[in-house]
Nanobody
Framework: QVQLVESGGGSVQAGGSLRLSCATS????????MAWFRQAPGKERERLAR???????AYADSVKGRFTISRDNAKNALYLEMNSLKPEDTAMYYC??????????????WGPGTQVTVSS
């Protein structure tokens, strides 16, 4: 079984920072792509950042320069460092993973999400 669970969400003021963690279990593929998504009420799900097992990283324009995705292979964990947070960053944040050797558009595994709320 593969399970993903996010943590680190919470409420912060604009300009603040949060570090999200995605703990995984049963996900041991040598090849993989992992990603962070978010979805606010009434809005489409947005892919924020992708981490390919080769170390290649890609960011959405909306978070480029503010968010940093990283991977700890020893802990089988994925992280998202979020800085200079804005109210428009308020959303449910999700971790996703797929054992494919490339980053897909549809990820196989998802966590339940963690809420991030940014106030003005």
């Amino acid at each position: 079984q593969v399970q993903l669970v996010e943590s680190g969400g919470g409420s912060v003021q604009a300009g603040g920072s949060l570090r999200l963690s995605c703990a995984t279990s049963g996900f041991t593929s040598r090849t993989y792509c992992m990603a962070w998504f978010r979805q606010a009420p009434g809005k489409e799900r947005e892919r924020l950042a992708r981490y390919h097992y080769t170390g290649k990283i890609a960011y959405a324009d909306s978070v480029k320069g503010r968010f940093t995705i990283s991977r700890d292979n020893a802990k089988n964990a994925l992280y998202l460092e979020m800085n200079s947070l804005k109210p428009e960053d308020t959303a449910m944040y999700y971790c996703a993973a797929d054992p494919l050797p490339y980053c897909p558009t549809d990820y196989q595994y998802w966590g339940p999400g963690t809420q991030v709320t940014v106030s003005s």
